[in-house]
Nanobody, 118 residues
């Protein structure tokens, strides 16, 4: 499977963010799509994931209440929406995929940069 993330850019604090991750190359049945982010000078951080089959979501506790993941099976696309952006949300956002039987993500998209100004 190949992943293509898009939707990043320059935003202001308080804005909302919507990122897309388009998957191609295979069906995503029994796969999980995760989002990660890496801020400048920091380690990569898990944002959340969504199961393709049922749309079950799991979020980083620190982002609950601001984050929503969803998927459109007809478009093979996963969406990340984050509200009330803060400058600390500035990062490169990556989507990744793994089979539901795997414990690690083995396919990564190229990342999209999100910059939040105060």
């Amino acid at each position: 499977v190949q992943l293509q993330a898009s939707g990043g850019g320059l935003l202001q604090a308080g804005d909302s963010l919507r990122l897309s991750c388009v998957a191609s190359g295979r069906t995503l049945t029994n796969w999980i799509i995760g989002w990660f982010r890496q801020a400048p000078g920091k380690e990569r951080e898990f944002v959340g994931h969504i199961t393709w089959n049922f749309g079950t979501t799991f979020y980083n506790d620190s982002l609950k209440g601001r984050l929503t993941l969803s998927r459109d099976r007809t478009k093979n696309t996963v969406y990340l929406r984050m509200n009330n952006l803060k400058p600390d949300d500035t990062a490169i956002y990556y989507c990744a995929a793994r089979s539901s039987a795997a414990t690690t993500y083995n396919t990564w998209g190229q990342g999209t940069l999100v910059t939040v100004s105060s």
